[in-house]
């Protein structure tokens, strides 16, 4: 699986956009970039996977440059409850050789 | 239920003695995971469930781990001669996978404290 880099630690101001960087420089062209936040105390949580194309959901939007050697993760409007910990992880889609396996990811810390 | 169930929530147990942790995954879900999250870590990957492959058990930290899925469903993670160094929330997934990966949901937990 692509080892994927993430910054320890970020802050962000309450109403704006936090943009929660990621590298894969090594992922291979089967594996989809997924996004996973794990708010204190709580079991992580899906959030959105692409592969190439830009992706977006209620949730968030998924910026993936065209040579897919990294990526960010965007909350349009962050509140609050968007403080976590952002989990990026490049897997492959096919369930037979895939696992999810999460790095350190960003704690993202938003502040009023 | 809705969700993927844990149970216990909390286990507090002496050193060497055996636990069992329970997962219940969604209904319908193929792919299961268990994951262990020591105190200020992130997520150690340990034993992954697809159909009826045969788990990959390469996150295992040590053979007094083993992990079973009885009937595609329900999984049991075991500890034994447990350790203070287990001590750690365990976390279950389960995810709607045939052919393909999707997203993973994520139990509660069991916070395990070996004293």
């Known amino acids: 699986d692509a080892k994927t880099t993430q910054p320890p630690s970020m802050d962000c101001a309450e109403g704006r956009a936090a943009n929660l960087p990621c590298n894969h420089s090594?992922?291979?062209?089967?594996?989809?970039v997924y996004w996973y936040r794990q708010i204190h105390s709580q079991g992580p949580q899906y959030i959105i996977h692409?592969?190439?194309n830009n992706e977006t959901n209620e949730m968030a939007s998924l910026i993936i440059t065209e040579d897919r050697k990294s990526s960010t993760l965007i909350l349009p409007h962050a509140t609050l409850r968007d403080t976590a910990v952002y989990y990026c992880i490049a897997n492959p889609r096919s369930s037979n050789t895939g696992k999810l396996i999460f790095g350190q990811g960003t704690t993202l810390q938003v502040k009023p | 239920g809705a969700g993927v169930s844990q149970s216990p929530s909390n286990k507090v147990t002496e050193k060497g003695k055996d636990v069992e942790l329970r997962c219940d995954p969604i209904s319908g879900h193929t792919a299961l995971y268990w994951y262990r999250q020591s105190l200020g870590q992130g997520l150690e990957f340990l034993i992954y469930f697809q159909g009826n492959s045969a788990p990959d058990k390469s996150g295992l930290p040590s053979d007094r781990f083993s992990a079973e899925r009885t009937g595609g469903s329900v999984s049991t993670l075991t500890i034994q001669r447990t350790q203070q160094e287990d001590s750690a929330v365990y976390l279950c997934a389960s995810s709607l996978a045939q052919d393909k990966i999707t997203e993973a949901f994520f139990g509660q937990g069991t916070r395990l404290t070996v004293v």
């Open positions: 090594t992922i291979s062209g089967n594996e989809y």
């Open positions: 692409g592969l190439k």
